[in-house]
């Protein structure tokens, strides 16, 4: 078996350094590190899926069709856009974005929310509220719209200006605002101390596309887009569950497979370092650590270990354990900063 595990935010989740993780100090350092593209979560899946939206390559993130496609909808062949709740805040001269993953939104808010704006979308978009955090907006037929590619967890603490959606999206966005600043979810919200949901951001625009492919033959992930793309290439999916034990205990045993691990990002964006910090020691312990053993027992043939903001993924087989003069090196090491 060849098991693929991408889990973004890794490098920039290891500063400063946590408690030890020997296992995964082992797997990198007996690995070999191969460079690529610096990548968002969602590009990295867009290019290993195969999806581009012209003949020449270039590079389309239609997670908003993706995840309606994902979530049991019929995509159709109409544009879709995620607007995924978020909430800005003004500092001093910029306005600053916290996403979904640093909140929580509840299925009854999001509902109700996603109700209300309903008359202000009338004719030209209907709003789908996936999940509570997760919202697509599906566009009238043969209309088309521009929205940039970055999702907002990794937008978080950024002055949202440079990536603002075309102007032509301001009015709506502006009665969006407004409508979920007086509603009586967001005035409950604010009375319990939690961020009021006040806009929503737009990205991911685009049709589904007419196929993906891709190697593996199961992918496991709570990511939308990679639900959506596995679905579209017709691999079994299924949520990455609680750790590689019970993950190999229903794995065939050969195949290859992609698993996507992409907590870190959103606890990252929360800036809450001791559940970061527990997380990290949760991967050791539920996925890392097994793995290691399942390589050294030969359940799996080969691990690969894909870091996409970095553009690095480490490639380790059972044979490589024994290249005992490659010692372990602090996790920090391993980072690339991009240029």
Same mark, same amino acid.
């Given at each position: 078996?060849?098991?693929?595990?991408?889990?973004?935010?890794?490098? =920039?989740?290891?500063?400063?350094?946590?408690?030890?993780?020997?296992?995964?100090?082992?797997?990198?350092?007996?690995?070999?590190?191969?460079?690529?593209?610096? %990548?968002?979560?969602?590009?990295?899946?867009?290019?290993?899926?195969?999806?581009?939206?012209?003949?020449?390559?270039?590079?389309?993130?239609?997670?908003?069709?993706?995840?309606?496609?994902?979530?049991?909808?019929? !995509?159709?062949?109409?544009?879709?856009?995620? /607007? %995924?709740?978020?909430?800005?805040?003004?500092?001093?001269?910029?306005?600053?974005?916290?996403?979904?993953?640093?909140?929580?939104?509840?299925?009854?808010?999001?509902?109700?929310?996603?109700?209300?704006?309903?008359?202000?979308?009338?004719?030209?978009?209907?709003?789908? !509220?996936?999940?509570?955090?997760?919202?697509?907006?599906?566009?009238?037929? @043969?209309?088309?719209?521009?929205?940039?590619?970055?999702?907002?967890?990794?937008?978080?603490?950024? %002055? *949202?200006?440079?990536?603002?959606?075309?102007?032509?999206?301001? =009015?709506?966005?502006?009665? *969006?605002?407004?409508?979920?600043?007086?509603?009586? !979810? @967001?005035?409950?919200?604010?009375?319990?101390?939690?961020?009021?949901? @006040?806009?929503?951001?737009?990205?991911?625009?685009?049709?589904?596309?007419?196929?993906?492919?891709?190697?593996?033959?199961?992918?496991?992930?709570?990511?939308?887009?990679? /639900?959506?793309?596995?679905?579209?290439?017709?691999?079994?999916?299924?949520?990455?569950?609680?750790?590689?034990?019970?993950?190999?205990?229903?794995?065939?045993?050969?195949?290859?497979?992609?698993?996507?691990?992409?907590?870190?990002?959103?606890?990252?964006?929360?800036?809450?370092?001791? /559940?970061?910090?527990?997380?990290?020691?949760?991967?050791?312990?539920?996925?890392?650590?097994?793995?290691? !053993?399942?390589?050294?027992?030969? +359940?799996?043939?080969?691990?690969?270990?894909?870091? =996409?903001?970095?553009?690095?993924?480490?490639?380790?087989?059972?044979?490589?354990?024994?290249?005992?003069?490659? +010692?372990?090196?602090?996790?920090?090491?391993?980072?690339?900063?991009?240029?």
């Amino acid at each position: 078996m060849h098991l693929e595990l991408v889990v973004p935010a890794l490098f =920039p989740a290891l500063e400063p350094p946590p408690d030890p993780m020997p296992a995964l100090e082992l797997l990198l350092a007996r690995s070999r590190r191969t460079k690529g593209r610096v %990548d968002s979560l969602e590009s990295w899946l867009c290019r290993a899926f195969g999806v581009h939206d012209s003949p020449s390559g270039t590079l389309a993130v239609p997670a908003g069709a993706l995840t309606a496609h994902a979530h049991g909808l019929e !995509a159709g062949t109409r544009s879709w856009l995620r /607007a %995924d709740p978020v909430h800005l805040r003004a500092d001093r001269d910029h306005v600053l974005l916290m996403p979904s993953q640093a909140f929580s939104v509840t299925a009854a808010e999001a509902e109700s929310l996603a109700a209300a704006l309903t008359p202000l979308l009338a004719g030209k978009f209907v709003l789908h !509220a996936v999940k509570p955090d997760r919202w697509c907006l599906q566009l009238a037929e @043969n209309a088309q719209a521009e929205a940039g590619s970055r999702a907002p967890v990794d937008l978080a603490g950024a %002055d *949202i200006d440079p990536h603002l959606p075309p102007k032509s999206w301001h =009015p709506l966005l502006t009665e *969006i605002q407004m409508a979920l600043y007086q509603h009586q !979810a @967001n005035t409950v919200r604010e009375q319990r101390g939690d961020p009021v949901i @006040n806009s929503v951001w737009l990205w991911g625009a685009g049709r589904l596309p007419a196929a993906a492919r891709g190697p593996w033959h199961s992918v496991g992930a709570s990511d939308s887009v990679a /639900a959506g793309l596995a679905r579209l290439a017709g691999m079994r999916h299924r949520t990455a569950g609680d750790g590689a034990a019970p993950w190999l205990g229903r794995a065939p045993v050969d195949g290859r497979h992609l698993v996507v691990l992409d907590d870190l990002r959103g606890m990252l964006a929360m800036g809450d370092y001791d /559940a970061l910090a527990r997380r990290l020691r949760c991967l050791e312990a539920d996925w890392f650590a097994p793995l290691l !053993a399942a390589l050294k027992a030969g +359940r799996i043939g080969m691990l690969t270990i894909h870091v =996409p903001e970095d553009g690095a993924s480490f490639e380790v087989v059972r044979g490589d354990l024994h290249r005992f003069w490659r +010692r372990r090196r602090p996790l920090a090491m391993y980072r690339i900063t991009p240029a």
